[in-house]
Nanobody, 115 residues
Framework: QVHLVESGGGLVQPGGSLRLSCVAS????????MGWFRQVPGKQRELVCT???????NYADPMKGRFTISRDNAKNTVYLQMNSLKPEDTAVYYC?????????WGQGTQVTVSS
């Protein structure tokens, strides 16, 4: 079983930056890929970006050029660096892992972009 715990959310002004972290524990050897999704009330959870065990990344179009996903395998941690944040980036951000053909989710961390 895999457990994911996010941290790093908070309040930031438009144009600012924030870095989220996601630490994996448990059967981490079974994790094939990880990523980030986000959700606002009343809307479906949407893809932000993903990264494979080999380091291949994929981004949703609105995040390209502003967000960067990376991973530190030694620390079992995935990061999401978010720059040039906009009010529409306000959401709960969830860490995601694909492990043993199962979706695994963190508890989520709130990101609020507001002046």
């Amino acid at each position: 079983q895999v457990h994911l715990v996010e941290s790093g959310g908070g309040l930031v002004q438009p144009g600012g930056s924030l870095r989220l972290s996601c630490v994996a524990s448990g059967s981490i050897f079974s994790i094939d890929r990880m990523g980030w999704f986000r959700q606002v009330p009343g809307k479906q959870r949407e893809l932000v970006c993903t990264i494979t065990s080999g380091g291949t990344t994929n981004y949703a179009d609105p995040m390209k050029g502003r967000f960067t996903i990376s991973r530190d395998n030694a620390k079992n941690t995935v990061y999401l660096q978010m720059n040039s944040l906009k009010p529409e980036d306000t959401a709960v951000y969830y860490c995601w892992g694909w492990a043993a053909k199962t979706n695994v989710w963190g508890q989520g961390t709130q990101v609020t972009v507001s002046s």
